[in-house]
């Protein structure tokens, strides 16, 4: 399986950076291949390349803060959940995914 994600936060400082972090480890665990795009107080950071992009099977995107650019991802499943789930919760947000795309 395949991801993409793009956090960010209305500070765009720690949390955009310790959400993106948390999606790692947890894919990373689970065998999931995952891309994280970080759009923090410097910018955009990891910019997604639409390769990537149209070769994700879902995309995992932050709802504490609109997103940049997010047209990028119509027609892809879509996850929306804060940067605080994605950093405490990171690793059942993946399996979920997981349940849910083996279907």
Same mark, same amino acid.
């Given at each position: 399986m395949k991801l993409v994600a793009v956090t960010a936060c209305p500070s765009g400082v720690a949390?955009?950076?310790? %959400?993106? *972090?948390?999606? *790692?480890? %947890? %894919? #990373? #665990?689970?065998?999931? *291949?995952?891309h994280v795009e970080t759009q923090g107080s410097i910018g955009i950071e990891n910019e997604l390349s639409m390769d990537l992009i149209n070769e994700a099977d879902a995309v995992i995107?932050?709802?504490?803060?609109g997103i940049k650019n997010e047209d990028r991802f119509k027609g892809k499943p879509v996850v929306r959940v804060s940067a605080?789930?994605?950093?405490n919760k990171g690793e059942m947000i993946v399996k979920k995914l997981q349940q849910k795309l083996a279907k």
């Open positions: 949390h955009t950076y310790l %959400a993106a *972090e948390s999606l *790692e480890v %947890a %894919a #990373k #665990k689970n065998n999931v *291949e995952i995107l932050t709802n504490n803060i605080g789930d994605c950093i």
